[in-house]
């Protein structure tokens, strides 16, 4: 389930960097920069989470 939901995040947060970073002439490079952002924190917190179990 936790991957599903980091999934759904990262293509919500590609979408944001994509319209937000049209505004800048980079359009692919806010989609990657937020995606990868997002990517990195649901992993990190993943890990944090097995150390709690």
């Known amino acids: 389930m936790r991957t599903m939901i980091s999934i ?5 947060a590609a979408l944001v960097g994509f319209f937000f970073g049209a505004g ?3 359009a692919m490079g806010g989609a990657i920069l937020l ?8 992993t ?3 890990i944090e989470k097995n150390k709690k179990e």
């Open 8 to 12: 759904i995040l990262m293509v919500i």
């Open 24 to 26: 800048m002439n980079e």
């Open 35 to 42: 995606s990868m952002i997002t990517g990195f924190a649901c």
């Open 44 to 46: 990190i917190s993943a």
